[in-house]
């Protein structure tokens, strides 16, 4: 009987090692899939601004319904907030948005810079110079992108495994 319980919480603390090791790993494998989605939405913001003659918050909205993961509830905030709201400069939208989506989206403090850095730039220069600054983004966001992927492929089979031993260690020690 003490037995029976005894493997019945080495499996249950086992179990959850493991899952603590799966799951440092498809959070990390969300962040770079985070981040090519983000990519995506920069670089068709971009070509949008360049080749549109659409008002930003129909652009946005347009981008809002496009398959781009956690981004696309960014996108759709913009979208909403810009056409609701009176007086509502793209600058306040979206710092507002990055605070509110951020964690949703997994944003590190250094991508979180780069597009607070884009958010106090645009919609306050000319088309030309909007571009530019998507593109600086855009450079930035794939610089992360293949940072993150890098950390991804170098850690990956580091946490899952460390996780299971660490519950090996943690039944051992206990029984």
């Known amino acids: 009987m003490v037995s029976a319980i005894r493997l019945m919480g080495a499996g249950c603390i086992l179990f959850a090692c493991a899952m603590l090791g799966y799951l440092t790993v498809r ?14 939405f920069l670089t068709t913001l971009s070509d949008e601004i360049n080749f549109s003659l659409e008002p930003l918050p129909n652009i946005l909205a347009s981008l809002a319904e496009e398959e781009l993961g956690e981004v696309r509830v960014f996108a759709a905030y913009l979208a909403h907030e810009l056409k609701n709201r009176d007086n509502a400069t793209l600058r306040e939208v979206w710092l507002a948005g990055l605070d509110k989506y951020r964690r949703q989206m997994g944003l590190s403090d250094t991508t979180m810079r780069i597009l607070q850095s884009l958010g106090k730039k645009l919609g306050t220069m000319s088309r030309e110079i909007e571009i530019g600054n998507l593109s600086i983004a855009i450079a930035g966001v794939q610089e992360e992108a293949k ?16 996780s299971i031993l660490s519950g090996v260690l943690l039944v051992i020690v206990l029984i």
């Open 147 to 162: 940072r993150a992927q890098a950390l991804c492929d170098k850690n990956s089979k580091m946490y899952q495994s460390l």
């Open 27 to 40: 959070r990390m494998r969300q962040r770079v899939k985070t981040l090519a989605y983000l990519e995506q």
